[in-house]
């Protein structure tokens, strides 16, 4: 890991991401815990027309 490229230059801009850096992203199903996969899926309740 302490050969990797950072994303961000001395400038703050973020570089353009390349496959390999695209291969080393994880699913959020790996990534987050249950409790908030779930609450990421659900909508609030709706407001009434008006």
Do not use: Y
């Amino acid at each position: 890991m302490a050969n990797r490229k950072p994303l961000i230059d001395e400038d703050g801009e973020v570089r353009e991401l390349t496959a390999e850096d695209m291969a080393k992203f994880r699913s959020t199903t790996e990534v987050l815990p249950l409790s908030l996969r779930k609450k990421l899926g659900v909508r609030g309740p709706q407001k009434a027309p008006t």
